[in-house]
């Protein structure tokens, strides 16, 4: 199976900070990355596939790139909503798998 | 858009088998368009997937499940279920229903739609 690591574990930023995590998958997965966000008690939403597509309706301050084995994620302007656990996900191999989670916090 | 909805039990005794089912609504399992999958958290903890499901009934179950999960679906009800056998306490969790798009002739694994999530503790 592949590993997905993500970091940092957890991050606390303030409001209009750059964010970026970073995402390492333990084999070469091409582009097969997505995003996804989730607040607390609350399912997650996926906010990027294919490594860097963003889905629709998801503010343009988020962003993610990479390919192979190292991806990032980065919200370039942090707001209050933005509070939430972030997780990658592989899909390149069965079965699909998430990173560990980045809690993001507002400083 | 589609909407999900996981209901079942939300204690269930160790040894015994996990039983929920997943409602489909704003679309029809029969459609084809989209494969069914369910992902579990454990409290605080990360989201595993542990299986899916398409209206034919093919399915592929995650290797480290596989033993004990059995997905099935009934498009006369627009529902799709899970059963997970031989519980023990690591298998309490948040269970979310969720949506993936078909892709050709293969599930996306983009997970776009989800169930509210359901928490089933395993504990005597």
């Known amino acids: 199976d592949i590993q997905m690591t993500q970091s940092p574990s957890s991050l606390s930023a303030s409001v209009g900070d750059r964010v970026t995590i970073t995402c390492q998958a333990s084999?070469?997965?091409?582009?097969?990355l997505n995003w996804y966000q989730q607040k607390p008690g609350k399912a997650p939403k996926l906010l990027i596939y294919?490594?860097?597509n963003l889905e629709t309706g998801v503010p343009s301050r988020f962003s993610g790139s990479g390919s192979g084995t190292d991806f990032t994620f980065t919200i370039s302007s942090l707001q209050p909503e933005d509070i939430a656990t972030y997780y990658c996900q592989q899909y390149d191999n069965l079965p699909p798998a998430f990173g560990q989670g980045t809690r993001l916090e507002i400083k | 858009q589609v909407q999900l909805q996981e209901s079942g039990p939300g204690l269930v005794k160790p040894s015994q088998t996990l039983s929920l089912t997943c409602t489909v609504s704003g679309g029809s399992i029969s459609s084809g368009d989209y494969y069914w999958s369910w992902i579990r958290q454990p409290p605080g903890k990360g989201l595993e997937w542990i299986g899916y499901i398409y209206y034919s009934g093919s399915t592929y179950y995650n290797p480290s499940l596989k033993s004990r999960v059995t997905i099935s679906v009934d498009t006369s009800k627009n529902q799709f279920s899970l059963k997970l056998s031989s519980v023990t306490a690591a298998d309490t969790a948040v269970y979310y229903c969720v949506s993936e798009l078909k892709m050709g002739s293969s599930p996306s694994h983009s997970f776009d739609y989800w169930g509210q999530g359901t928490l089933v503790t395993v504990s005597s």
């Open positions: 294919d490594a860097s």
């Open positions: 084999q070469d997965i091409s582009n097969y």
